[in-house]
C-alpha cells in the first residue's frame, strides 16, 4: 500500500525565514510525485510534480526536490502570503493502469509578518 | 478559479438521509475524480470516471455511488448518511486518465446532524 508522510504537521515562521518542509514516501512503482497548496476553504492548487530521483523545480519562492525516499519542498524568504497548508502527493501504478493520487496529511505553515 | 465547479457549497442534513453532489470540471477535461477530506483521515480518494466509465475505486463505502454523464459532468450520491460522513468532498477533473496533473474544485462541506 502506498504511504505518505509528512513532516512537521504544522510550521511557523518569521517573514523571511526560509525553511524546508518534509515528504517521505513508500510506493511501488513511483510515477510522479506531486506539491500542492491548499488555502483554507479552497481545493488543492498544484504547484509541481517530479519524476525522477535528482529532479528539481522552482517557482517563486518555493522549490521541490526529489530523492529516492523523500521529497523536500524549500521555502526561500517566506512572506505571509505563502501560508497554507501544502500537500504531498504520489502516483504509482504500471502504465495503462489507473492512476490516483494518494496524499500525505499536509504541513501547515503560517507565516508571521 | 480552477474551472471546476461543485455545487453546493454547503449541506447540512440529518442523519439516514441521502444527498447528491454535483460536479462541472473544466472544459475538455475527460476525468473526474472524487475525494473526501477530513480532518482525521487527510485526501482520501474515492473513485475516478473517464469519459462516462467507471475507471478507478478506492476507499469508497458501498452506501456511496458516482456517475458520470455524457456531458461529462459527475455526481457523487451518499446514502444512509452518518455522522462521520460529515466531510469535504472534493471533485477533481484531468485531460485523460493518464494525466497527473489534477484541477480540484472547491469542494462541498457535508454535514450530517
Known amino acids: 500500500e502506498d504511504q505518505v508522510t509528512q513532516s512537521p504537521e504544522a510550521l511557523r515562521l518569521q517573514e523571511g525565514e526560509s525553511s524546508s518542509l518534509n515528504c517521505s514516501y513508500t510506493?511501488?512503482?513511483?510515477?510522479?510525485l506531486f506539491w500542492y497548496r491548499q488555502d483554507p476553504g479552497k481545493g488543492p492548487e498544484f504547484l509541481f510534480t517530479?519524476?525522477?530521483a535528482g529532479e528539481e523545480k522552482e517557482k517563486e519562492r518555493l522549490k521541490a526536490t526529489l530523492t529516492k525516499k523523500e521529497s523536500f519542498l524549500h521555502i526561500t524568504a517566506p512572506k505571509p502570503e505563502d501560508s497554507a497548508t501544502y500537500l504531498c502527493?504520489?502516483?504509482?501504478?504500471?502504465?495503462?493502469?489507473?492512476?490516483?493520487?494518494?496524499f500525505g496529511s499536509g504541513t501547515q505553515l503560517t507565516v508571521l509578518p | 478559479d480552477s474551472g471546476v465547479t461543485q455545487t453546493p457549497k454547503h449541506l447540512i442534513t440529518a442523519t439516514g438521509q441521502r444527498v447528491t453532489l454535483r460536479c462541472s470540471p473544466r472544459s475538455g477535461d475527460l476525468s473526474v475524480y472524487w475525494y473526501q477530506q477530513s480532518l482525521d483521515q487527510g485526501l482520501q480518494f474515492l473513485i475516478q470516471y473517464y469519459n462516462g466509465e467507471e475507471r478507478a475505486k478506492g476507499n469508497i463505502l458501498e452506501r456511496f455511488s458516482a456517475q458520470q454523464f455524457p456531458d461529462l459532468h459527475s455526481e457523487l450520491n451518499l446514502s444512509s448518511l452518518e455522522l462521520g460522513d460529515s466531510a469535504l468532498y472534493f471533485c477533481?477533473?484531468?485531460?485523460?486518465?493518464?494525466?497527473?496533473?489534477?484541477?480540484f474544485g472547491s469542494g462541498t462541506q457535508l454535514s450530517v446532524l
Open positions: 517530479l519524476y525522477s
Open positions: 477533481a477533473s484531468s485531460l485523460t486518465t493518464g494525466q497527473e496533473k489534477l484541477f
Open positions: 510506493v511501488s512503482g513511483l510515477r510522479g
Open positions: 502527493a504520489v502516483q504509482a501504478g504500471s502504465s495503462g493502469s489507473a492512476r490516483q493520487l494518494t
